[in-house]
């Protein structure tokens, strides 16, 4: 795979898929999101080879195109009016390799007339609802500052690509996937339905105290801290109706829940330290360390899921600016002299090349 994406939809789609060589092919002064969000890039790019390219540039673009023709996949989310003047629209990657699978993140999708328009994640929650919704009945809207919608409509981005390549295997037609944070928003946000005379059927809100959807779902206080608790019918509704939860401490609650059958979980404030510092966690590979050229010693989270046969990279972590710029220029057939051209016109970059001003 070649990913010319940035921030977090676009990249975050190869990254599920990094079992894969995957080249994160980014601009000689780096992807934009860093400096701004760091902890994006980190969490995006692992697994990944990195190649510092200008992509504005003759001599970039010749690169460009000996990474279209070695791929299988050509994943970006790149806006569509600036897809063309980078070759990057789907018909200019066919051009170059017609067996290719083209998979394209967008904002409001590819067709109307807001192709073109840039769109963020906490736009796409503000237009859907959930401002609303998360904040509680009779609440001011709330800010969620989580990518969801990226992150779904990466990890639909990613399937989608997945069947494209099934689809090419099985029948040598190559194909194209899109993806959109608008599709994403209502997808997620489709929780009732039009009864019969076209009103919306009710569903569960969240209460003004942002502690559930009711006292059978949601949250309570105990004396150290809260408890989440689900109960799905009558009888343990009743078990959990009967605990005087103030009075407990989060481990007895827990305790008459788990005798009672009823679902509940501690409601963990420093939860990401003790998944880090946890040792067997390090042995299962729930979570993985490897040094980092620019942050040092970077734990994650190991793999998101089973691909069978085809394990995700857990070994490699993001790479820095055009961390693999030499070597992958080596397998793409370019001869030294090439490279070291290509250098002095500001075309690629690396870390243990000097960066050329360009205009």
């Known amino acids: ?161 997945l069947l494209a390549l099934y689809h090419r295997r099985r029948t040598g037609v190559a194909s194209s996937t899109a993806a959109s944070l608008l599709n994403t928003a209502t997808f997620t946000s489709n929780e009732t339905f039009l009864d019969e005379s076209g009103a919306v ?50 481990t007895e609650a827990l305790a008459r829940l788990d005798a009672a059958r009823v679902p509940a979980e501690r409601v963990r404030e420093f939860h990401w330290f003790s998944v880090w510092d946890d040792e067997e966690n390090l042995r299962t590979r729930q979570v993985v360390s490897y040094p980092q050229r620019e942050w040092g010693e970077l734990r994650q989270f190991g793999a998101y899921w089973d691909s069978g046969d085809l394990p995700l990279r857990l070994d490699r972590a993001c790479p820095a600016v055009g961390e693999h710029t030499t070597e992958i220029l080596a397998e793409l057939s370019f001869p030294p002299g090439d490279v070291a051209a290509l250098l002095r016109c500001g075309a690629v970059a690396g870390p243990e090349l000097p960066v050329t001003e360009t205009s």
Request: some cysteine.
């Open 1 to 161: 795979m070649v990913d010319f994406g940035a921030y977090l939809a676009g990249p975050l789609a190869p990254l599920l898929l990094a079992g894969a060589e995957v080249i994160k092919v980014e601009p000689v002064r780096g992807d934009p999101v860093r400096g701004w969000r760091d902890g994006f890039y980190v969490a995006c790019n692992r697994g990944k080879r990195g190649l510092a390219l200008d992509l504005h540039s003759p001599e970039g673009a010749r690169v460009r195109d000996r990474l279209l023709a070695w791929a299988d996949v050509a994943h970006h989310n790149i806006r569509a009016g600036a897809a063309p003047r980078l070759g990057l629209d789907e018909a200019s990657v066919r051009a170059v390799n017609p067996r290719v699978v083209f998979s394209h993140g967008t904002a409001y999708g590819p067709l109307g007339e807001r192709p073109n328009w840039p769109g963020y994640d906490s736009v796409f929650q503000a237009m859907a609802g959930w401002n609303i919704e998360n904040a509680g009945e009779g609440n001011p809207p709330l800010f969620n500052h989580l990518g969801t919608l990226d992150i779904l409509t990466a990890a639909g981005s990613a399937v989608a690509t």
């Open 201 to 250: 059927a009710p569903c569960p809100r969240l209460d003004g105290d942002q502690a559930g959807l009711g006292p059978d779902y949601g949250i309570r206080p105990a004396a150290d801290g809260w408890v989440a608790v689900v109960a799905p019918d009558e009888e343990r509704f009743s078990a959990v109706r009967a605990i005087d939860f103030p009075s407990l401490t989060t």
